[in-house]
């Protein structure tokens, strides 16, 4: 049974300033990974889907990152922004390497102040 | 439509009270997931279809819950005898096929009283 964690729960940073966000598996037979973000009282947007081929994916400022052999994932924000403030989430397959549902994790609650 | 759409965003119903949610997916994406988060809490995986047949179906709290999807298109989860604990925000994503990337509605927001 797929477990997803994420540490830290939650980062308070001054605007400008890189960080990273943490995401663990269980099951790494997992054929993608996916980060999004949710803001407060809304859906969730997504951000990156990394396959299990790749090492990395970006977006604008975001950099994904996926090592299956030790169950990680980092979510990378540069220069980061007061509007980048949200919960951010990942999730991975559940169910052979077809993975028919996600496993999100509890989340990282990110502040940027400005 | 342009995205995942759900309706009604909002529903306060009374204890007991059957409750219908909506769902309606991407154009064309044959995967669709229903999720429930609770106030404070992660998101709980409820049920996934593929076309319109349901393959897994683990998550269903209770035989209270059920779902059904139409023409490969439209979803409905429904709530019998609605309790308390219900209450949550109900979300619903959509995907081309299995292990593409997922993309959610806003949710449906769900009051038990």
């Known amino acids: 049974k797929q477990e997803v964690t994420q540490i830290p729960a939650a980062l308070s940073v001054p605007e400008g300033e890189n960080l990273v966000l943490n995401c663990s598996f269980t099951d790494s037979a997992i054929y993608n990974l996916q980060w999004f973000r949710q803001d407060p009282g809304k859906g969730l947007t997504s951000l990156l889907l990394?396959?299990?081929?790749?090492r990395e994916q970006t977006s604008g400022r975001l950099n994904a990152s996926l090592d299956k052999s030790s169950g990680r994932s980092t979510l990378y924000i540069a220069a980061s922004q007061p509007g980048d403030s949200a919960t951010y989430l990942c999730?991975?397959?559940?169910?052979?390497?077809?993975?028919?549902?996600?496993?999100f994790g509890p989340g990282t609650r990110l502040s940027v102040l400005p | 439509g342009a995205g995942v759409s759900q309706s009604p965003s909002n529903k306060v119903t009374e204890k007991g009270k059957d409750v219908e949610l909506r769902c309606d997916p991407i154009?064309?994406?044959?995967?669709l997931y229903w999720y429930r988060q609770s106030l404070g809490q992660g998101l709980e995986f409820l049920i996934y279809f593929q076309g319109n047949s349901a393959p897994d179906k683990s998550g269903l709290p209770s035989d209270r819950f059920s779902a059904e999807r139409t023409g490969g298109s439209v979803s409905t989860l429904t709530i019998q005898r609605t309790q308390q604990e219900d209450s949550a925000v109900y979300l619903c994503?959509?995907?081309?096929?299995?292990?593409?990337?997922?993309?959610f509605g806003q949710g449906t927001r769900l009051t038990v009283v």
């Open positions: 999730a991975a397959p559940e169910g052979d390497n077809y993975g028919q549902n996600f496993v």
């Open positions: 990394i396959q299990s081929s790749q």
């Open positions: 994503a959509s995907s081309w096929r299995q292990n593409t990337e997922a993309f």
């Open positions: 154009s064309g994406h044959t995967a």
